[in-house]
């Protein structure tokens, strides 16, 4: 006999864990599955092990600028390191830990029923069902030769023993342009291979340009505009060959990693037996984050449109809820929720629109556009090269719609104009809030001010005045 749950939950990443804390919370009985190690992406291959060798690569770097020495293969130790963080943050989401809240099932869940899953031949009933089985990193099919070739992803590049003296990264995403940085700083040779014109094409030019520059002056190979149609793998050797500018190339190194973004993991789950509509770009839902299925949910990766680990913890919390609680239903909405974080030195954050976006949307002449300089922030002038730039795209009236930040703590500044930008405050209003000094966050300051002076000018009896004076 099949036993029963209130809610089940497929999948123990960040969007899973976030929904089947939000059921309990409801006084509901949880089943949570994980067909891989519970954590997820962001614990095990994704957020965490980055951000780690990130910051081994910093140290590292910082090490390297006082000596004068430029750093050897040091991917041994750094990669250990990695683990071990792994490993401390993996203690708090172990199938034992979470057996203390939930059911916990360490296997591949597929549906045999709307309300009905199968996972290691066992069968589980749920009243109701969240889906979030995440992404994996697509592999590109289409070029010849790939299936013989010993490719690395952010799934097992941290748990190799030791990385090769030069790299291939195919993709110039954040996720490849984050590592590419930190594989470049532990004294790796690395190679990035994008096909679009330039590396992170969905920020601004002007600021993909400036970490391009960051990242060349550093020693890194940029090589954009090139397809890649052929790879192979010889004694040891990747080859890579690119159509570039009409003319064939060829590049190798020790190793190649795939950085081409994610594809929806969907292929265990058996959803046609559950009427769950689908493409192979995920799971189509609603406005409420239900699936075509009645009483089944979606979220994260596998559905989208954003995947960021955030924005799963965010389609968590409103599929729990909507599941277990039909007196208040909440519907999706991502008007302020777009806003992420790469984690390249500079960082580059963003949040909501660009000024083109914006411009298209609100027209011209509704758009206020604002930019300062670190060059005269005081904090900034502590860190010798330090580059850095906040940009604000605002509406007429002076409330944010986007902005941009390349710099250090970027990550930091852009989630204080995310607050302004939600709450829908007047951006003038940060010249009266103080900050501590000396910190980054202070150039918003500068901003208030800015904006407070114009906003002045823009009243209309001041300028009925500024047209008397100007006669």
């Not at 590396?199 to 990242?215: F, G, H, K, V």
């Not at 008007?335 to 963003?350: G, M, Q, S, V």
């Amino acid at each position: 006999m099949a036993k029963s749950y209130g809610v089940i939950v497929i999948g123990a990443g960040s969007g899973g864990l976030t929904a089947a804390a939000t059921a309990k919370g409801f006084f509901q009985s949880v089943a949570l599955i994980e067909g891989r190690k519970t954590g997820g992406e962001c614990t095990h291959y994704g957020c965490m092990p980055s951000k780690a060798l990130i910051n081994y690569a910093e140290m590292i770097h910082t090490a390297s600028k006082v000596t004068g020495e430029a750093p050897k293969n040091d991917s041994k130790k750094a990669l250990e390191y990695v683990r071990t963080v792994i490993n401390n943050i993996y203690q708090h989401e172990t199938p034992e830990v979470l057996g203390k809240s939930y059911d916990v099932y360490e296997g591949y869940a597929k549906f045999i029923d709307a309300h009905t899953v199968e996972v290691n031949g066992e069968q589980l009933t749920g009243r109701k069902i969240i889906i979030s089985t995440g992404s994996s990193p697509m592999i590109p099919t289409f070029i010849k030769g790939i299936e013989n070739v010993d490719y690395l992803t952010n799934e097992n590049i941290f748990y190799q023993e030791e990385l090769p003296d030069s790299l291939i990264a195919l993709g110039g995403g954040p996720i490849g342009v984050e590592l590419c940085q930190a594989l470049n700083r532990i004294g790796i040779e690395v190679t990035v291979v994008e096909m679009m014109p330039r590396i992170l094409p969905r920020e601004e030019e002007r600021y993909s340009q400036m970490i391009t520059e960051c990242l060349e002056k550093e020693g890194m190979h940029i090589c954009t505009g090139a397809k890649a149609t052929e790879v192979r793998q010889e004694n040891g050797v990747v080859t890579l060959t690119v159509e570039k500018d009409g003319k064939v190339e060829e590049i190798s190194a020790g190793g190649i990693l795939m950085s081409l973004g994610r594809t929806p993991n969907l292929d265990k789950l058996d959803l046609d037996k559950a009427g769950i509509l689908y493409t192979r770009r995920g799971i189509k839902v609603d406005e409420n984050l239900e699936t075509s299925a009645k009483g089944v949910y979606a979220v994260g990766d596998v559905v989208g449109p954003y995947q960021f680990s955030h924005m799963a913890n965010y389609q968590g919390i409103l599929a729990g809820q909507n599941a277990v609680a039909p007196f208040n239903i909440r519907k999706v909405d991502y008007t302020h929720k777009i806003t992420w974080t790469t984690f390249t030195d500079p960082e580059l954050a963003r949040c909501g629109l660009t000024e083109d976006e914006a411009i298209e949307q609100f027209g011209e002449k509704n758009v206020r556009v604002y930019t300062e300089s670190y060059d005269l922030l005081e904090r900034a002038e502590t860190k010798l090269g330090s580059i850095g730039e906040v940009k604000l795209v605002l509406d007429g009236k002076g409330r944010i719609l986007g902005a941009t930040v390349i710099g250090d703590r970027a990550g930091e500044i852009i989630s204080e104009i995310q607050v302004l930008k939600t709450l829908g405050l007047n951006t003038s209003k940060l010249a009266g809030v103080l900050h501590p000094y000396p910190t980054y966050a202070e150039i918003l300051v500068k901003f208030g001010k800015r904006v407070q002076i114009d906003n002045i000018f823009r009243l209309p009896v001041v300028k009925q005045v500024m047209a008397i004076v100007n006669k």
